[in-house]
Nanobody
């Protein structure tokens, strides 16, 4: 059973920064998704198991950075220049056995086998 534990959410003013962490029980391809109230869960970023490939939603490119420390089995999402539209519950996800390296594979919700409990990020204007 894969376990994922997120941390690092909180309240920040627009233009500020936060770093989310997701501790996993092993080394997997990892992703971050978010879900705002009344909206569907959407892809934010993903990283392959060795950290060689990364993928981002257009809405966060240039502002968010996904990275990983495989010695700690932890994935990070550094979020800079935050906007009120970034307000959501952020979830990390794991894919144990990726079958593709295409962006469309990682942006698909059904790709991901395991999910964390979510952490709230609130950006005030």
């Amino acid at each position: 059973q894969v376990q994922l534990v997120e941390s690092g959410g909180g309240l920040v003013q627009a233009g500020g920064s936060l770093r989310l962490s997701c501790a996993a029980s092993g080394r997997y391809a990892m992703g971050w998704f978010r879900q705002a109230p009344g909206q569907e869960r959407e892809f934010v970023a993903a990283i392959t198991g060795l950290g060689i490939n990364t993928y981002y939603a257009d809405s966060v490119k240039g502002r968010f950075t996904i990275s990983r420390d495989n010695a700690k089995n932890t994935v990070y999402l550094q979020m800079n220049k935050l906007k009120p539209d970034d307000t959501a519950v952020y979830y990390c996800a794991a894919d144990r056995f990726p079958v593709s390296r295409s962006a469309s594979y990682f942006t698909n919700l059904t790709t991901w086998d395991y999910w964390g409990q979510g952490t709230q990020v609130t950006v005030s204007s």
